[in-house]
C-alpha cells in the first residue's frame, strides 16, 4: 500500500512521530504501509531479520519458546514502537519470535536502510536509543511483576497495557492465547478474569474483552503499569491516552 497524505503529514506510529519532520521525510521514501494479519510471523529465532515495523493498530507479541514448546510473552509492541529492535543494537538475529496477536496496518522499512539511517547518528539515532531504553525499563519492570505480583494484578496491568496500545476499550483476545503470552496454565487466567468479571471490571465474550470500569481495572493493577507508562512519557515525550491519565 503507498502513503497517503495524512501519513506523510503525521505518522500513525507515536515514535516516528517524535521525529523531527526533516528526520521523518528522508524516512518516508522507505516506508511502506503493510496489512499486518493475525498470527504473522515478523521475525524468528536465530533467523535474519530482514524488514522493521513500525504499528498503528496492530499489536505485536514478542515471545520467548522453551525447549518443551511453552511460550511467554516478553515484550508487547503497538503505536508506541518498532518490531526489529536488534537490528539497531549491531545483530539481525534474536532469541525471540514476533508475530501478531492482533491485526492491523503497520509502517514498513528494509532492516538495511534503517541501519545506515541510524549510523548518520543525529535524532533517529537518539530517539530510537531512547526507546531501547524505554523497552528495557518496560521488561525490567515486567521481570520483577512476573516474580512479586499476583496473576489478576499481573492481568489487570497486561489489559491496560493493551488497550492504551490499541486506543481502545474492546479488542479480540482469547483465554487460551493470553495464557500463552502471560506464561501460565489456561485455569490460573480463567480464574483471574473471572474474578474481574464478576467485579464489573471486564466482560468477555467469544473471544473478545471489553473493559467496563477502567478506574476499578487499574486500581486492581500493580504499580507497574504507572511505572511503565510514566517512562515512556519521560524518555520519549509520549503523552498518555485520555485511559491512562490519571497517573500523571
Given amino acids: 500500500m503507498s502513503l497517503n497524505k495524512n501519513i506523510l503529514e503525521q505518522p500513525p506510529n507515536k515514535l516516528l512521530a517524535t521525529l523531527p519532520a526533516s528526520d521523518y521525510e528522508r524516512l518516508v521514501p522507505h516506508l511502506k504501509l503493510v496489512s499486518l494479519p493475525f498470527g504473522q510471523i515478523l521475525y524468528q529465532v536465530a533467523e535474519p531479520i530482514t524488514h522493521v515495523y513500525f504499528p498503528d493498530k496492530a499489536v505485536v507479541s514478542i515471545v520467548t519458546t522453551m525447549e518443551d514448546g511453552s511460550t511467554a510473552e516478553v515484550g508487547i ?85 493493551v488497550s492504551d496500545r490499541l486506543e481502545s476499550e474492546d479488542f479480540p483476545l482469547t483465554q487460551e492465547f493470553i495464557s500463552q503470552m502471560l506464561g501460565v496454565r489456561r485455569s490460573g487466567v480463567t480464574v483471574a478474569a473471572s474474578t474481574l468479571s464478576r467485579a464489573g471490571m471486564i466482560g468477555y465474550q467469544r473471544g473478545h474483552i471489553s473493559i467496563l470500569k477502567r478506574e476499578d481495572l487499574e486500581a486492581t493493577s500493580c504499580e507497574c503499569y504507572q511505572v511503565i507508562q510514566k517512562e515512556f512519557a519521560r524518555l520519549l515525550g509520549m503523552k498518555p491516552s485520555n485511559r491512562a491519565k490519571k497517573f500523571f
Avoid at 519470535?97 to 537518539?126: C, H, K, W, Y
Wanted: charge should be negative.
Fill in 77 to 161: 509492541v503497538s503505536n508506541e514502537g518498532m518490531v526489529g529492535m536488534p537490528v539497531i543494537l549491531g545483530d539481525k538475529t534474536t532469541t525471540t519470535t514476533a508475530f501478531v496477536q492482533i491485526s492491523g496496518a503497520a509502517m514498513e522499512i528494509n532492516a538495511d536502510i534503517l541501519i545506515a539511517e541510524f549510523n548518520r547518528g543525529g535524532v533517529v539515532q537518539n530517539v530510537l536509543l531512547r526507546y531501547v531504553q524505554a523497552v528495557y525499563s518496560e521488561l525490567a519492570q515486567a521481570a520483577a511483576c512476573n516474580r512479586l505480583h499476583t496473576l489478576e494484578e499481573r492481568l489487570a496491568r497486561w489489559l491496560l497495557t
